[in-house]
């Protein structure tokens, strides 16, 4: 049995993987749904059986339910994306601790977590899609913790992408801009995002169909835009400090 395995996929990014996956792959026998709310949400009709596993990745014993479907079932994975994440604006002194540390688990702890436990079940070939942002090319104010914990996806994703190259499978890091889907709803009850990144809010659907086609290449990152590719560039050639300096005053 052939498979792949969604984080993330009640909504947004993560619901757009389900559809664009499971019309781009036709060797797929099932796609694994892993959310929160999954049970309730509305997905797309599919020619792969859905599989609805209703778990918030940042409880202790959630990984232990998936290595136990796994075992029971032994798939092969052919593509894993990891798209469950959250992030709260505002200054971290704040922001309740325990909502940053959950913040944590989720978008680092649970993603290499993921990882760990799927990749001996992965086929050669297969491919390991991790979401990470435009916000781990640097630090940012009022928002530490959310771009530091994207940070780790991008370093994280890089690093294991050559370390699996022998088993030909590949990690590509997602890094887009702001993107159309209910993140802000959640990231703006604790504060605000700059006003002018309104301007650039990305199309979901476009998002996954460039990040599906980098997965395709075997390409390291995946920078949707123009925009977000000038941040990056930008963040390689200036210092650190100047930017910030420049992100403060915006602010």
Known sequence: MKIAIITGASSGIGQE????????????????????????????????KLVR??????????????????????PRIKILVNSAGFGKMGNFEKIPLDVQT????????ALM???????????????????ASAAAFLPQMRFAVYAASKSFV???SRALNYELKDRKISVTAVCPGPVKTPFFDIAEETGYTLFI????MADPEKVVLYALRCA???????????????????SKLLPTKLILEIYNKMV
């Open 53 to 74: 596993i209703p778990l918030d990745l940042t409880t202790e014993h959630a990984h232990e339910v998936i290595e136990k479907r796994l075992k029971e079932n032994s």
């Open 17 to 48: 993987f389900v559809f664009q996956l499971d019309q781009a792959c036709n060797d797929l026998d099932e796609i694994w749904l892993i959310a929160r709310t999954v049970e309730t949400a509305e997905m797309p009709v599919t020619k792969a």
């Open 113 to 131: 977590k993921m990882c760990h436990i799927c990749i001996p079940y992965m086929v050669k070939g297969g491919y390991i899609i991790n979401m």
């Open 216 to 234: 395709r290449e075997r390409r390291q990152v995946s920078i949707y835009g123009i925009t977000m590719k000038g941040l990056y560039l930008v």
């Open 154 to 156: 991008l370093s994280f």
């Open 197 to 200: 990144k309104k301007f650039f």
């Open 102 to 109: 959950d913040m944590m688990k989720c978008n680092t702890i």
